[in-house]
């Protein structure tokens, strides 16, 4: 096709934005991936796959997500302490409990890429309803 030619983002030209997402009473897997389709840039008409085109996603009330079906006995957070014999597993729902925003990070980092990239430094995650980036004043998302 002569005359044709693909469109690259350029990583100065891109301009972000900030989303607020309310995660109470949603199911965390539906929810994380449409967060990583957003952080990843993936909802523009710009994206370029080696551009960093994503917007900046603060989800507030992560500690009221819904985990469906038998996710919260049967799926876990597994890591080592580094000392023999110190491998860990805690079940999601005590997770859930205990450290909410780092459950749905670890859920959404999940399903990133493992590239140079790494957009999971544009998700800001807090338990409760407030969050400290009013001044960036965040359009409200309805996932």
Do not use: C
Not at 9 to 26: I, L, N
Not at 68 to 82: L, V
Not at 113 to 122: A, C, E, F
């Amino acid at each position: 096709m002569a005359g044709s030619s693909s469109y690259l983002a350029r990583p100065e030209k891109v301009e972000r934005q900030w989303f607020v997402v309310d995660a109470a009473g949603k199911p965390i897997g539906r929810l994380a991936a449409r967060i990583a389709r957003i952080l990843t840039g993936k909802h523009r008409p710009t994206y370029t796959p080696h551009v960093d085109t994503g917007d900046f996603v603060i989800v507030v009330n992560a500690e009221k997500v819904r985990l469906t079906g038998k996710k919260g006995a049967q799926s876990h957070y597994h890591y080592h302490t580094g000392h023999s014999g110190g491998y860990r597993s805690i079940p999601w729902d005590v997770m859930l409990q205990k450290k909410p925003a780092f459950l749905f990070e670890h859920v959404v980092r999940g399903m990133l890429p493992k590239t140079r990239l790494k957009y999971d430094r544009k998700l800001k995650v807090y338990a409760g309803p407030g969050h400290p980036h009013s001044a960036q004043s965040p359009a409200a998302l309805e996932l």
